[in-house]
């Protein structure tokens, strides 16, 4: 089972940045694909951005290509969502997940959630205007 624990969430207005960070553990993480997922209130859970352990590949949805980006610290078993120029519409419950594999699944140009087995609680950012 892994375990995953987000912070960094908080309130900014537009224009702003956050860095979101999620720490991993449990017996069965040794090479996991990571992403963020976020979801507004009424909205479905949006794939943002996910990492292939390792670093070799990410993926990003369009609309935060330019202002997010995901990284991680495999010696901190952690991984962060850097998020600059921050808009009204990132207003979300930003949630962390892992698949079971080293290599990240993207369906159709997008990050489906139902391949993530492992989720965090979620942090909570606001971005006023």
């Known amino acids: 089972q892994v375990q995953l624990v987000e912070f960094g969430g908080g309130s900014v207005q537009a224009g702003g940045s956050l860095r979101l960070s999620c720490a991993a553990s449990?017996?069965?993480?040794?090479?996991?694909?990571m992403g963020w997922f976020r979801q507004a209130p009424g909205k479905e859970r949006e794939g943002v951005a996910s990492?292939?352990?390792?670093?070799?590949?990410?993926y990003y949805t369009d609309s935060v290509k330019g202002r997010f980006t995901i990284s991680q610290d495999n010696a901190k078993n952690t991984v962060y969502l850097q998020m600059n120029s921050l808009k009204p519409e990132d207003t979300a419950m930003y949630y962390c997940?892992?698949?079971?594999?080293?290599?990240?699944?993207?369906?159709?140009?997008?990050?489906?959630?139902?391949?993530?087995?492992?989720w965090g609680q979620g942090t909570q950012v606001t971005v006023s205007s």
């Open positions: 449990g017996y069965t993480y040794s090479g996991n694909c």
């Open positions: 997940a892992a698949q079971s594999t080293p290599y990240c699944t993207i369906i159709g140009g997008t990050l489906p959630s139902r391949v993530f087995p492992y």
């Open positions: 990492i292939d352990h390792g670093g070799g590949s990410t």
